[in-house]
């Protein structure tokens, strides 16, 4: 177990969420989630420049460098970038996001680790679908999360053809990396969008992971997901052919930052050798090289 300092108090990772448990998480997402849809003018103008001063965000690699013309605070947080900043590498398989390694390596039957003594299972992740799990027994995870400062477009690791899509609802935990050493099972605890892809490396799973105050979550062939927050359990199933989508090819996005958990099958992906938890990578940096 983690500890870090409170003042001159040592704060294990467990006590530092326990705040967490407390909060009215579902109701301050619903408020940030106005907030960040509000055209709110010099105010929205105003909110802009304070986060981007605040996490320190590199408004040079935006389309659309000026914080003044986004009418929304999510139209900026979800801002595109300039044609070029991110080449995809040659590889087959290539990062789908900026952010920050959180974890990945092996599935060990069907548990994904998460943080030191926490895992969670596979089929807890894609909503508990033994089958669809199944698929990725002792096979590979990575697990990226997405800081406030990055980007927050999500895009395709390599080619796919969506068959499935699957709403999970859960709760709302902050998903940093305090909290995920102090809550076990987060990534199949929060709410989540789970999208599973046909490809020439078999079948993978790219799913979104919800937190606190992350407004909503969408994808490029369905739009906004969430909200409404549903209290069930809700699929989407396509025809072979009806969504494909390329290598680097938008596929969704989050208003507000979060996580993305993938999932590949038994001897498909050997990741890259510079690959390490807590590095921080970008969209199209090599991930990993076929098996």
Not at 60 to 75: H, W
Not at 123 to 138: E, I, R, S, Y
Not at 162 to 183: E, H, Q
Not at 194 to 208: A, E, I, K, R, Y
Request: net charge positive; charged share 15%; with cysteine.
């Amino acid at each position: 177990m983690a500890i870090f300092f409170l003042g001159s108090f040592p704060v294990s990772d467990t006590l530092a969420v326990l705040p967490q448990y407390l909060l009215p998480k579902k109701a301050l997402t619903a408020f940030a989630g106005l907030v960040a849809g509000a055209r709110g003018g010099k105010a929205t103008a105003a909110l802009i420049r304070w986060f981007i001063k605040r996490y320190n965000v590199n408004m040079a690699e935006a389309a659309n460098p000026d914080p003044a013309v986004y009418p929304t605070f999510n139209e900026f947080f979800t801002r595109a970038l300039k044609d070029g900043v991110r080449p995809l590498a040659a590889a087959p398989f290539v990062c789908p996001v900026d952010g920050a390694i959180s974890q990945f390596g092996a599935i060990h039957k069907d548990q994904i680790f998460q943080a030191k003594g926490h895992h969670y299972s596979t089929t807890a992740l894609v909503g508990g679908d033994a089958k669809l799990a199944a698929q990725f027994d002792n096979g590979t995870f990575a697990t990226i999360y997405l800081s406030p400062r990055d980007y927050h477009r999500i895009h395709m690791p390599c080619d796919g053809v969506l068959r499935r899509m699957i709403y999970v609802p859960g709760d709302l935990f902050s998903v940093n990396p305090t909290t995920a050493r102090g809550v076990p099972g987060l990534f199949a605890r929060n709410e989540r969008v789970v999208c599973v892809f046909d490809s020439v490396h078999g079948p993978f799973v790219l799913t979104l992971v919800g937190a606190t105050v992350v407004g909503s979550m969408a994808t490029v062939w369905h739009g906004v997901v969430n909200p409404p927050r549903l209290p069930q359990i809700t699929e989407w199933h396509y025809d072979a052919n009806a969504v494909v989508l390329k290598q680097g090819e938008e596929m969704g996005r989050f208003l507000l930052g979060s996580t993305v958990v993938m999932l590949f099958g038994r001897d498909r992906l050997a990741f890259d050798g510079p690959w390490a938890a807590g590095k921080p990578v970008c969209l199209g940096e090599k991930m990993g090289e076929a098996l």
